[in-house]
């Protein structure tokens, strides 16, 4: 059983920036996919960005390319999501996933993922 704890949600303006943090336990977290996932109110949850923790292999979504950085950090069983340049459309709860069985393919489909995290609230104002 893997559990996942995310942190570091909350309220910004417009061009600010937000650091989220995922803290894994209950797996070897050093050749895992794991994943930043985002739902919006009355929206279908969508994916923001993936790695892969053996080899720092990464994919984003369209929409956050450029803006957003997935990260990890294997001595500490800890995934990041660093999100510059943040716009009112980022606001969602944003959730962490974990695929332990799936090797290197990490994909950005939240169906891939089999442990999820209960979330965090990012906010942001124009």
């Known amino acids: 059983q893997v559990q996942l704890v995310e942190s570091g949600g909350g309220s910004e303006q417009a061009g600010g920036s937000l650091r989220l943090s995922c803290a894994a336990s209950?797996?070897?977290?050093?050749?895992?996919?794991m994943g930043w996932f985002r739902q919006a109110p009355g929206k279908a949850r969508e994916a923001v960005a993936v790695?892969?923790?053996?080899?720092?292999?990464?994919r984003y979504a369209d929409s956050v390319k450029g803006r957003f950085t997935i990260s990890q950090d294997n001595a500490k069983n800890t995934v990041f999501l660093q999100m510059n340049s943040l716009i009112p459309e980022d606001t969602a709860m944003y959730f962490c996933?974990?695929?332990?069985?799936?090797?290197?393919?990490?994909?950005?489909?939240?169906?891939?993922?089999?442990?999820w995290g209960q979330g965090t609230q990012v906010t942001v104002s124009s």
């Open positions: 996933a974990a695929d332990p069985y799936g090797g290197s393919w990490c994909m950005l489909a939240s169906e891939q993922y089999i442990y």
């Open positions: 209950g797996a070897t977290f050093s050749s895992n996919c």
């Open positions: 790695i892969y923790t053996g080899a720092g292999s990464t």
